[in-house]
């Protein structure tokens, strides 16, 4: 998607994190932890891969949406959306450690600035709780 792809590629982790939360936790982590694999798999088979995070790869923000509902299971409406919304702010704000994480190279970099946010939106899910 030409228009905002970070987003459009969330939407579809908060699709796939939907499914993954009907899954046991067992259920989950696998579903998880074969995305994973799967993602680095595929960012391989394109490398190189620029050393910055490249708009059009959005398997790190999927990988990050599956993450939060491995830990924390979407059981309303309304948590998913609050995940989703918190995820794309924390996303784009890039607080610290954040934007450090962003300069790791390649995959690393481009995975931990998520893995990161992801955090951030676990510990708003949890407060909010």
Do not use: H, N, Q
């Amino acid at each position: 998607m030409p228009f905002a792809p970070a987003t459009w590629g969330s939407g579809v982790g908060w699709l796939l994190a939907w499914i993954e939360s009907l899954f046991p936790w067992w259920g989950r982590l696998f579903f998880l932890l074969a995305a994973l694999a799967f993602s680095v798999w595929a960012a391989k088979r394109l490398s190189p891969l620029p050393s910055k995070d490249p708009r059009w790869f959005v398997a790190d923000e999927v990988i990050a949406l599956l993450a939060i509902a491995c830990i924390d299971p979407w059981i309303s409406l309304g948590k998913s959306i609050g995940a989703f919304c918190f995820f794309r702010f924390w996303d784009i704000v890039k607080l610290w450690p954040a934007e450090s994480a962003e300069k790791l190279p390649t995959l690393w970099g481009i995975f931990m600035d998520d893995a990161i946010a992801a955090y951030y939106t676990l510990l708003c899910l949890r407060l909010l709780a």
